[in-house]
């Protein structure tokens, strides 16, 4: 037992002896009192005992580390990791991540004594990013559709070279790291009709969480619906009347990234609406190419001419979403 541990045993016996009762109180006061500032004197001035002062075995130290890889440590010292604050999260810097590198040093750089993130899988390298990062945003990793597809935390961002302000990214844009997979989305959002995500109003994370979720698409809500209505709050409702499709889901009418079309819309008005609305009833003609030029009946060839309230109304009357 080290000299803190006989402190800590002296300390527990006086206290139990004072507290049975069984000394007169000039006893407590010419030996237990003196005892306990003894004691804590010792426990504060003695060394710790040797295995106490040893360092964990196998770690070299981030400044041995710095020696060789300068570029990397000067690099790391502008990021979230170089700050002091990660001191508080781990005391072995490099080597939190890269494991113990003293045998890596002893062997002359030997690159199969150290964790190399390049020659690990994507479940291994991910994980080690886990260790520290499990809350929040990642907690919906293990399962998630970038984690099933083989990718890896070291995929997307960059410890020692970030190129973003935020998120430790490869790329200076979150829309840029994206963009280098989602190509078909990256061309939609060259459309005419967008959410301003090229001017950098919105980004993807703003809809999404790439980390994992527990809607289709990565949507970070519970459905499509509640994603929209975080900004057109307008048409959330409840209303009176309201249109069926659009309660079910806003992608029956819009596509959220980028469409030629007017509004976000998948298709051309009036054939969007006749998707449902065919050549019944009112006006009972199916507008097509060959009297869309001739017909006075849509003037602008869209239903929402007349149409407007297409989310929902509240007028008693407004069944039909009249203006």
């Not at 803190?4 to 007169?24: D, E, T």
């Not at 010292?77 to 990660?86: L, N, P, R, Y």
């Not at 001017?199 to 949507?219: K, M, P, Q, R, Y």
């Not at 097509?288 to 003037?299: Q, V, Y």
């Amino acid at each position: 037992m080290g000299s803190r541990g006989v402190v800590v045993s002296w300390l527990g016996r006086a206290a139990s002896l004072y507290a049975q009762g069984g000394l007169r109180m000039q006893a407590r006061l010419t030996w237990i009192l003196p005892l306990c500032l003894g004691g804590l004197l010792v426990a504060f001035l003695a060394p710790v005992n040797a295995q106490e002062e040893a360092a964990p075995s196998g770690f070299a130290g981030a400044e041995m580390c710095a020696e060789c890889h300068e570029d990397v440590a000067k690099g790391l010292s502008h990021t979230v990791h170089g700050e002091k604050g990660f001191s508080m999260r781990s005391e072995q810097g490099c080597e939190a991540c890269h494991g113990p590198g003293e045998a890596h040093i002893e062997e002359g750089g030997d690159v199969s004594k150290i964790r190399s993130f390049k020659n690990l899988s994507a479940a291994d390298a991910s994980a080690v990013c886990l260790e520290c990062h499990e809350n929040g945003r990642r907690m919906l990793w293990r399962g998630s559709t970038h984690e099933s597809r083989n990718l890896a935390c070291v995929d997307c961002h960059s410890i020692h070279q970030a190129k973003s302000d935020k998120f430790q990214l490869k790329t200076a844009r979150l829309e840029d790291t994206c963009a280098d997979c989602h190509l078909q989305i990256k061309a939609q959002i060259q459309k005419t009709s967008h959410h301003p995500i090229r001017e950098g109003l919105i980004g993807c994370a703003d809809c999404h969480n790439v980390h994992g979720s527990v809607t289709d698409a990565l949507v970070s809500a519970n459905s499509s619906n509640e994603k929209c209505y975080e900004c057109h709050t307008e048409k959330r409702g409840p209303f009176m009347w309201d249109h069926p499709p659009v309660r079910e889901n806003c992608l029956n009418c819009h596509t959220p990234h980028g469409t030629n079309h007017p509004k976000l819309l998948v298709s051309k008005r009036p054939y969007l609406c006749q998707q449902c609305h065919l050549d019944t009833r009112h006006p009972g003609t199916l507008y097509d190419a060959s009297n869309l030029l001739t017909s006075n009946r849509e003037f602008s060839r869209s239903c929402s001419n007349c149409h407007l309230n297409l989310h929902g109304s509240n007028h008693p009357s407004g069944w039909s979403f009249l203006r």
